[in-house]
């Protein structure tokens, strides 16, 4: 069955520092991967998107996220958070069958 | 720019009641989608539609009905509401089954008291 797993329910940086978040998934091919954000009392946003090629995808606010089959993880990075960053990150898989999220990481960045 | 509009944004029931979620799109998209997102469980699929008269059942249907009566609107409909039903719901459309991006509108809280 396919799903994804983000194993941090909770990640808190400084402002500035590197960041990422981590993302699993099962699937017994190569699913199409996203990562969604949600502000406070908004809906979920896309910031980036893989479908195939090059395994490093750049987001939107300096996001990049790398696809590895080998270890079927599809990480989220970014160089240096802001404040503004901090917010409910999901890893989403997807088939022509089915869309699974991930629970979810909060990400709070400290001033 | 792709458009999800739900409606109400905030809405406070009685066990028993009958709710309705309305959902409206411009983004002409075939795909529709009803979530609900609890702590500790990220989104779950209710209900979903691939266009206008159809409705599939999602992940967790029960409790919960979907009327697809035109490409732009998706509505989910809980007849007999429940306390357990208290969640925040969205609605989200895409163009591709399971493939495309998914657009969201901002999310329905549901309170049932």
């Known amino acids: 069955a396919q799903s994804v797993t983000q194993p941090d329910a909770r990640v808190t940086v400084s402002e500035g520092a590197s960041l990422q978040l981590r993302c699993k998934y099962s699937?017994?091919?190569?699913?199409?991967l996203f990562w969604y954000v949600q502000y406070p009392r908004q809906g979920l946003q896309l910031l980036l998107k893989y479908y195939s090629g090059d395994p490093v995808v750049q987001g939107v606010n300096g996001f990049e996220a790398e696809f590895s089959k080998s270890n079927s993880s599809f990480h989220l990075r970014k160089a240096s958070v802001h404040w503004s960053d901090s917010a409910v990150y999901f890893c989403v898989s997807s088939n022509t069958n089915k869309v699974v999220f991930g629970t979810g990481t909060r990400l709070q960045v400290l001033p | 720019e792709a458009a999800v509009t739900q409606s109400p944004r905030n809405k406070v029931a009685v066990t028993g009641g009958k709710v309705t979620l309305s959902c409206n799109q411009t983004?002409?998209?075939?795909?529709m989608y009803w979530y609900r997102q609890d702590t500790g469980h990220g989104l779950r699929l209710i209900h979903y539609s691939y266009g206008a008269g159809s409705t599939e059942k999602g992940d967790i249907p029960d409790g919960y009905k979907a009327s697809r009566p035109s490409q732009e609107n998706f509505s989910l409909i809980l007849e007999l509401a429940t306390p357990s039903q208290t969640s925040v719901y969205f609605c989200a459309s895409g163009s591709g089954r399971g493939t495309g991006q998914l657009y969201f509108g901002e999310g329905s809280k549901l309170t049932v008291l």
């Open positions: 983004n002409n998209h075939n795909n």
């Open positions: 699937y017994s091919g190569t699913p199409y």
